[in-house]
Nanobody, 123 residues
């Protein structure tokens, strides 16, 4: 069992930056692939970025070059560094854990989810 808690969301102007954190419980954090998803009002949850336990990364095209995912296995924490934020990045951001050894981009493939953190980008 893995419990995930996101933090770091907030209100930011377009062009600004935010850093999201995902703190995980349990001693097996290092063996999970971690993903970030987001869901805007009236839209489906979409994949943003993922990082495997050995550091392989995958990004959605919409965030490539602006967002960076990382993890610190010693701290049981995953991060999402977001720069050059746009109003269309506004959503609830969720972190998730997947037992697979590689990054997958479908939400149904992830086993554990956090409660989400709101990110609002004003124009």
């Amino acid at each position: 069992q893995v419990q995930l808690v996101e933090s770091g969301g907030g209100l930011v102007q377009a062009g600004g930056s935010l850093r999201l954190s995902c703190a995980a419980s349990g001693r097996t954090f290092g063996s999970y692939t971690m993903g970030w998803f987001r869901q805007a009002p009236g839209k489906e949850r979409e994949f943003v970025a993922g990082i495997s336990w050995i550091g392989g990364r995958l990004y959605a095209d919409s965030v490539k070059g602006r967002f960076a995912i990382s993890r610190d296995n010693a701290k049981n924490t995953a991060y999402l560094e977001m720069e050059s934020l746009k109003p269309e990045d506004t959503a609830v951001y969720y972190c998730a854990a997947d037992r697979a050894a590689w990054v997958r981009s479908h939400s149904y493939e992830y086993d554990y989810w956090g409660q989400g953190t709101q990110v609002t980008v004003s124009s």
